[in-house]
Structure formats: structure tokens, C-alpha cells
């Protein structure tokens, strides 16, 4: 019988010599040093001489997977030695729920004096900021002299901080270090994921926007000082600069290098079972164990490796089951609309059952009405699926005959709004701002405005066959401004709704679309998204046609800061902006290094794409951004080499100079015009830390001990490339105590609804504590000092409890704590023109309690299950004067009061 293929006989020294040039060409990309690639040569050599292959394969292929191995062992190895050699501290993901709690009450205020600001300071500071006009065009369309329009913005912008210095005691230092990291958008990254416990604590869409015009007019103004601290004299700044550089361009990879990828594929490919699929049946129940029917969900699609992302949607039947047929093995997770996720394990080829309880949330009542006030049938209550895949603002219920809808156990963090074919949408309100209407239900009504400019159009494949079910989303990939009577902005629509094209490519957008040029923007499975605008007012007989291109696909590797292979690290085909921002009108391309760093992206779009690479998990192996050309229906391929970039060091030390080990540090820019991502890290045994990756300029720090809780320390204004820094905190070694109690509130059954948070006394971060959501039972821990509580349902505050003290290693048991009897407060209006009384912005203060906000109907004011006692009526504008200015809210009943509107005498 003739020997195998391949056994010690069927192949010579002399064949393996042969292979010797590529051998030696991949072990220096390996090794990425001379006398190591050499060693790895001869090793791999001697191991195909003592243990040959025991099946037939290319000889080059099976090299390649023998110099690989052994490249990764002698890593391995070094990697355990110099892990045995230093202490290394440890980086880990940003906390979202301290990057949002810290900056909430801010956020609020900074929303209201924005809206307060006299109506025609507001316009110019709209179309000079938001619109983009000049002080010379602002004064044409307003027709009014330009010496009035620059006083008009210098007293705008002096008002803003004026409001914003007396909120904060005087201390302009406070807000503007409250302020600076909202400019930033936060995306999932951030926060918790939907539905999560943080989810309702992202800052809505049009604080992000309030926000957006301190960081453009006010914050210069506000941070020249800081700014400057780091500026070199006698250098000029290009203000109008980006703050992210553009990307570099990729690197190509050698041949060898590539070639011996594909031949570990190909072998891989040949032993690899077969992909198969699961399936999922679920039930879905509401909170009282009936069945939830016509409730809508996702669940992830299957996709290529690399491709965006994509979801099969269902909607549950009268049982309120759902069921998916082709889902990928692994950890799933169900978004169901508006309201929870759950997670599910899919086994392959399996059926996956499984059953979940909505939580308790918020039910609602509405109607969608014309500007006239008749009922628009058919009208769409549409949500934004926060962190699905976009776009995916998705339907939640369809109004009746009289333009009423009903919606049961709709989050309170979720912003939704009404839209209908042939009218612009409404604006997007969070369910938590809808007014109460007694404990059971909130009440909001949507009024709609006729558009005349619609989009309709076909889906084409290259060859110009129609596509079924491709996506084309319309308008500001952030929802289109509402505006008021005087042309100010007062809002922000939901996102554009996704219009499916039909088995002929046929579709047409349901919003009628604002003037001027529009993003459209539409993406198809197995394609390249396509990306244009279209102009309004247009022929209304116009089609958009939209042919979409080949898709263009890139493969490539992530090299360490060391030149070797990064395993785990993710890439995404998307531009960067600060150091971690991605703002896209659809879902990346994204994909994980193997064990090789090796990575590949699908359905790219053709042009010149940036691709980032990043471990949010291990920021301490750096980042990288290169450009890469990419060419339809081709692969480009590129290499990445992470880099640390700008880097702050130092150690963290308790007041006699030992080291505090675990301890966190963050970071954020100094300067408030910087949109740079904030960083974090731990300390290590050592008390040692490195932040990577920053931005250039001065960071502030902050430092916290293990396990969370408020800053323990602040450092501001450190620079970037700063060594040696020691951070010395104070009572490092104290111990925290203990907080517990009992929420007593005779009129709920569960407390799944409340949130709990623990204030420290002067400080402007709270922290959530745990609540039993059957017994109301709750406790935390917090380093000495005195406390406030807050026991919020349904952004209602529950308690009126005085400070308390939190002593060192002690218990303070605050035994049964009663839910208040609310009052309502409803306030009539009067002094002023009907017309200006019904735009004034009020609201109710108090002491230590979050603010309550009142809904201006017509001039009169009402608001629904406020806390009993004494409230400050606050008027956000500073030329009227209101009176009276107290009012004693009533427990259990409605406390009604006229109160005068003046003009203050100069």
C-alpha cells in the first residue's frame, strides 16, 4: 500500500527549503524582530520534519499554521513573564451611570433658560447659531438694523450666563465643568442599554441641542480663560478648525502576509461544520400575567461576518407570542418597542421557548388632532428605538376613527410622538412629560401641521431589478425642528420613519418634509447603504430613483503597540470624531479581531471609508484610525497599528503616601468648546495609573473609591503628557455606612416603579439604592456625611424627608418612610396678552427637591401630584415679576390660584 500523502516520505528537505523565502517573509511580520523571526523559522522547519500533516493540503498553507502557533505560544509566553515583571494598572469601561447622574439637574436648568430668554433675543441666537446666518443676513430677514442684532445676541448671551452663574451660587466654574461633557451626544456606548436602568437618564434630544448652542455661543466666552492657560504665546489658533484630525492613510499589507491568511481560511473553512440556525417562541405577558398582545419587538438577523447590523421584527398574536425562524446561535437580546429588553440564549438548530413579563410602566391616553382640532384617523404614535437598528423608528399603536390611542406599560424614558401621511410629525415628547391624569393614566395630545412635500420613489439593484423591503429614511437623521409662532425652535420630531419599499422597489415616506435640501438615506440587505439629498419644494410628480451599488469589502489586521497581533479588538467602518464619537445615519460595519488580529467589514459603501480600531474594555491597548479606498464589488485591505496618543500618569495615594490600589480615575476636556470622549482607568497595586488616548489640551480629574459613589477627590486643569502627577486623597480609609428604610405607600401594591436616589448634601451627583420591588424595602452605602433622599415614580417626587447623617461603619435605619398625599396645582394667569401669557415658562421650586414642572395651556398653569408644602413660583424671565411667588400645595386636593404677570419697574 503507497504512504499517505504527506507522511515524513512524501515530502524532502529541499521542498521545505523552498518555502524558506515565504517562511522567513511571515515570520518578520510575525515577530516583527530579525533574530525572533529567525528562531521561529527554524522552529517551524524542525516541527514539520517531527510531525508531519496527517491529511493531504498545500504545504504553504500548512507552513503558515505552524509558524502561527508558534508565534502565538512564544506571545503567550511573554505576555505571562511580563505580567510576573510589573504591575500593570487596569483600565475599564466608563461607568454610564456616573457620566450621567452628575450632569442631570444641570442639564434641566440649562433647557429652561435657553426656552425663557425674550422672544427676539432667542430668534437672533437661533438663526445665528442653529441656521448659520450672518449678523448681516439675520438683520435682512428681520429687517431690522445690524447694530440692533449684535446687541440683541451680546444680551442674549449675557443673560445666559447671568442665569446660569445665580443657579450655581455664583460659581461659573461649577456649571461650566456641569456643562462640558453635554455637548458631546451620548450613544450606547455610554449608557446602559435600553430599557436599563440608566436608559431614562440620557439626555433628551432637545437638551442635547440647548446644549449645543451654550458649547458654540457661550462656552467661548465662559472658557477663553482655560483655553488660553494651554495656548503657546504668540501663536495663532485657527478657532473654526476641526477638533479631530483627519485619518491617516492605511497602510498596505505585504503579500506574504496576506497570502498566508488566506491559506489558514481556506483550511479553516475546510474543517469547519456547518453554520446552522435556531429558531424562538415567545410569549410575552403583561405585568399582571395576562397575555400582551400586538406589542411589537427585534431580535438581531443573521448577517456575514463584519456586516451591520440587522433585525427580524414581529409583532405578538392574541396569545402574545412572537415567533422568529432564522435566528443565529448565541446570546440574543429582544428589544420589545417602547418598553424592556430580555435576554435568551438560541441553540442551533433548536427551538427556543421562552416567556417574559413586561414591567410595570406608564399607560397612556391620547389623541392626534389637525392645528383645527379635528381627529386625524390612521395617525402613526411612532417611537425612536433607541440603540436598534437604525433606522428603526418604529410604530406603536394607530389612532382611531376620533384619533385615539391607547398605549399600556410604555417606559417613562421613552420619547414618542404622532405623525401621518401628508402632515410634518409632531414633536417627540418623553412619556415621563406627558401630564397625569390620577394615578392610573398620562394624557397627551399631538397636534399635526399639513405639509405639501413628499418622497416617493423606487429601490433598484445594480442591473436595475426592483428590491423588496429595503429602508429609505427621510429628514434630519435627528428628527426636523418644530417651531413656534415667532420662528423659534421649541423641539426636535423623532427621527425620520423608515418607509419599506414593496416587491416592485416602490416606496413613499409618510412625513411630509420640511423645506430646502433633505438626507435621504436608504440601505437594503446584502448591499452598500446609498446616501443623497433631495430638494424641497419639488415637482410633486418627481420619483427619486435610488440605485444601489456593489458593495465594496474590507479585510485587514489590528497590530499591538508592541507590532504584534491584537486579538478581541473591535473595528468599525465609521468616521471618528473625539476620540470616540460615531455619529451615523445607519449601522456600521463592525467586527472583532481573531486570535491573529485579523478582521473583515461587508457592504461597504464605495468611496474613501475610515476604519477605527478600539477595545472600550482594555483602553489601554490604544486606538487607531486609517482611511481606506474602497472600490465596489472589490476588497481593499489595510493594517492598523493601535497607538496610546496623548497620555496622563501618576499614582493615587492615601494622606500618609500609601498607594490606593482599584481606585478609578476619570477624565474629562478642561476646555468646553473640546467634544473630547472622557476617559477612565483603575489603579494598580501600586496605585499606579495611565490615561490614553486623550485629547490635546487640559483634562480634569476626578477620583473615586472602588465600588463607585461620589468623587473622592478633584484635580482640574491637567495637561495632557503630564508624568508624575500623585493624586493625595483625604480620608482615604475611611468606611462607608450604612443607609436602609421602608417605602410605606398605602395606595401601591408593588414599588418596581419607584427609584431611590441618595443625595449628599452640597453635592450635585446622586446614586441610585436598590428598592425591593414587592416590600418597599431599600438599602445603600455611602461614605459618612449628611444625606437627602428622593423616592421618584413617574418623575413624581413621593417624600418629603429631612437630611440625615450617615455615620462611619454605622447603620442609620430610617424604619417605615410614608408616601406623601399628593395635590395638584393649577394656576390661572393674568396681567399680560393672552398670547404672551401662553408662552411663559413656569415652574415650581423647592429646597433639596427636584423642580416641578408645570404645562402651560392657553395661560393656565397645571401640574399633577406634587409634593404638599411650600413652593417658590419661578418665572424664567427676568423683566416680569410675578405675584404672589409662594404657593401652599394642598395634600389630596387641587390647589388652585390666580397669580399676576407685570413688567418690573427699572
Known amino acids: 500500500m503507497a504512504p499517505p500523502p504527506h507522511t515524513p516520505a512524501s515530502f524532502s528537505a529541499e521542498q521545505l527549503l523552498a518555502e524558506a523565502g515565504f517562511l522567513r517573509r511571515l515570520a518578520r511580520e510575525l515577530a516583527r524582530d530579525d533574530s525572533r523571526a529567525d528562531d521561529l523559522v527554524q522552529d517551524t522547519f524542525a516541527a514539520a520534519l517531527e510531525h508531519p500533516p496527517s491529511r493531504p493540503g498545500p504545504l504553504r498553507g500548512w507552513l503558515a499554521a505552524i509558524a502561527r502557533n508558534l508565534s502565538r505560544n512564544a506571545q503567550r509566553g511573554d505576555a505571562r513573564r511580563d505580567g510576573r515583571e510589573r504591575a500593570a494598572a487596569r483600565d475599564e469601561l466608563v461607568e454610564p451611570d456616573e457620566l450621567a447622574l452628575e450632569r442631570l439637574e444641570q442639564s434641566r436648568a440649562l433647557s429652561d433658560l435657553v426656552v425663557a430668554l425674550p422672544v427676539e433675543q432667542r430668534t437672533v441666537l437661533y438663526l445665528r447659531y442653529y441656521e448659520a446666518l450672518t449678523p448681516t443676513e439675520i438683520a435682512a430677514r428681520l429687517g431690522v438694523p445690524l447694530k440692533t442684532i449684535a446687541s440683541r445676541q451680546t444680551r442674549g448671551l449675557q443673560t445666559l450666563r447671568e442665569r446660569l452663574d445665580a443657579r450655581a451660587g455664583g460659581d461659573r466654574r461649577a456649571w461650566v465643568l456641569a456643562l462640558a461633557p453635554l455637548g458631546a451626544r451620548p450613544r450606547a ?53 476641526s477638533l479631530t484630525l483627519p485619518a491617516p492613510a492605511a497602510a498596505a499589507l505585504s503579500e506574504a502576509v496576506v497570502e498566508a491568511h488566506r491559506a489558514q481560511v481556506a483550511t479553516a473553512a475546510e474543517a469547519a461544520p456547518v453554520a446552522t440556525t435556531g429558531s424562538a417562541e415567545i410569549t410575552l405577558l403583561w405585568s399582571d400575567g395576562t397575555p400582551a398582545a400586538g406589542v411589537g419587538a427585534t431580535i438581531e438577523r443573521p448577517v456575514p461576518r463584519g456586516a451591520r447590523r440587522e433585525t427580524w421584527s414581529a409583532t405578538s398574536d392574541a396569545d402574545g407570542c412572537l415567533r422568529f425562524a ?9 428589544r420589545v418597542d417602547a418598553r424592556a429588553n430580555f435576554e435568551l440564549e438560541i441553540a442551533a438548530g433548536e427551538e ?9 410602566g406608564a399607560n397612556v391616553r391620547g389623541r392626534v388632532l389637525d392645528v383645527g382640532g379635528a381627529p ?20 406603536l399603536a394607530i389612532a382611531d376613527a376620533q384619533g385615539r390611542f391607547e398605549l399600556r406599560d410604555v417606559a417613562e424614558w421613552q420619547a414618542i410622538g404622532a405623525r401621518a401621511a401628508g402632515y410634518a410629525p409632531s414633536k417627540a415628547i418623553e ?3 406627558f401630564a397625569l391624569d390620577g394615578i392610573d393614566f398620562r394624557t397627551v395630545e399631538f397636534r399635526l401641521q399639513r405639509g405639501e412635500n413628499r418622497l416617493r420613489g423606487r429601490v433598484l439593484a445594480p442591473d436595475g431589478a426592483p428590491i423588496s423591503s429595503a429602508r429609505v429614511v427621510a429628514g434630519a437623521p435627528i428628527g426636523s425642528w418644530i417651531h413656534d409662532a415667532s420662528g423659534m425652535a421649541t423641539g426636535l420630531t423623532a427621527p425620520p420613519f423608515a418607509a419599506k419599499s414593496g416587491a416592485d422597489g416602490r416606496f413613499e415616506v409618510l412625513d411630509a418634509l420640511p423645506d430646502g435640501a433633505q438626507p435621504v438615506t436608504a440601505i437594503a440587505f446584502g448591499y452598500a447603504p446609498w446616501s443623497g439629498t433631495v430638494e424641497f419644494p419639488a415637482d410633486p410628480a418627481r420619483e427619486l430613483e435610488i440605485r444601489l451599488a456593489p458593495a465594496a469589502r474590507i479585510e485587514g489586521r489590528v497590530l499591538g503597540i508592541d507590532g504584534r497581533p491584537a486579538a478581541g479588538v473591535r473595528v468599525v467602518q465609521s468616521p471618528e470624531t473625539g476620540g470616540g464619537w460615531h455619529d451615523d445615519a445607519v449601522p456600521s460595519a463592525a467586527d472583532t479581531t481573531d486570535a491573529d488580529g485579523w478582521f473583515e467589514l461587508e457592504w461597504i459603501e464605495p468611496g474613501t471609508r475610515e476604519v477605527c480600531a478600539s477595545d472600550s474594555s482594555r483602553p489601554e491597548l490604544g486606538r487607531a484610525r486609517v482611511n481606506v479606498t474602497c472600490i465596489a464589488g472589490e476588497t481593499a485591505r489595510c493594517e492598523l497599528v493601535l497607538d496610546l496618543g496623548n497620555q496622563i500618569a501618576g499614582r493615587v495615594l492615601d494622606e500618609q503616601g500609601a498607594p490606593l490600589a482599584g481606585w478609578s480615575v476619570h477624565s474629562q476636556m478642561a476646555d468646553l468648546l473640546n467634544r473630547w470622549y472622557p476617559r477612565h482607568t483603575r489603579t494598580g497595586a501600586d496605585g499606579s495609573f495611565r490615561l490614553v488616548n486623550l485629547g490635546d489640551g487640559t483634562h480634569d480629574l476626578n477620583v473615586r473609591a472602588p465600588g463607585g459613589g461620589a468623587p473622592r477627590l478633584e484635580q482640574r486643569g491637567v495637561a495632557a503628557g503630564t508624568q508624575g502627577l500623585e493624586l493625595v486623597v483625604p480620608d482615604a480609609r475611611v468606611v462607608q455606612g450604612t443607609v436602609r428604610g421602608r417605602l410605606v405607600d398605602p395606595t401601591a401594591t408593588a414599588f418596581d416603579d419607584v427609584q431611590v436616589t441618595l443625595w449628599r448634601v452640597g453635592q450635585r451627583e446622586g446614586h441610585y439604592l436598590e428598592i425591593d420591588g414587592a416590600t418597599g424595602s431599600f438599602e445603600g452605602q455611602a461614605y459618612p456625611g449628611n444625606y437627602r433622599l428622593q423616592f421618584v415614580r413617574r418623575g413624581t417626587q413621593l417624600v418629603d424627608l429631612p437630611e440625615f447623617e450617615i455615620a462611619e461603619a454605622r ?8 408616601s406623601a398625599a399628593l395635590g395638584d396645582v393649577e394656576l390661572a394667569l393674568q396681567g399680560l396678552p393672552p398670547a404672551d401669557l401662553a408662552r411663559l415658562v413656569v415652574a415650581l421650586e423647592r429646597d433639596g427637591f427636584p423642580d416641578a414642572r408645570l404645562v402651560n395651556e392657553a395661560g393656565v398653569l397645571r401640574a399633577a401630584g406634587v409634593l404638599p408644602g411650600r413652593w417658590r413660583i419661578r418665572l424664567l424671565e427676568d423683566e416680569l415679576a410675578i405675584e404672589p411667588d409662594v404657593l401652599d400645595v394642598l395634600p389630596g386636593g387641587t390647589t388652585r390660584a390666580v397669580v399676576a404677570v407685570t413688567l418690573r419697574r427699572r
Request: aromatic share 6%; charged share 20%.
Open 189 to 241: 456606548a455610554l449608557l446602559a442599554a435600553p430599557g436599563g436602568m440608566f436608559g431614562g437618564l440620557a439626555m433628551k434630544k432637545l437638551v442635547v441641542a440647548l446644549v449645543a448652542l451654550v458649547l458654540l455661543v457661550l462656552g467661548w466666552f465662559v472658557a477663553q480663560r482655560a483655553f488660553d492657560i494651554g495656548r503657546p504665546r504668540g501663536v495663532r489658533i485657527d478657532e473654526t478648525a
Open 326 to 334: 432564522e435566528l443565529a446561535p448565541g446570546k440574543r437580546r429582544l
Open 431 to 433: 412619556v415621563g412629560e
Open 376 to 395: 386625524i384617523a390612521g395617525a402613526v404614535i411612532a417611537f425612536d428605538a433607541h440603540g436598534s437598528t437604525a433606522p428603526d423608528v418604529r410604530a
Open 352 to 360: 427556543t421557548s421562552a416567556d417574559f413579563t413586561i414591567p410595570s
Open 811 to 818: 447603620v442609620t435605619d430610617l424604619g417605615d418612610v410614608a
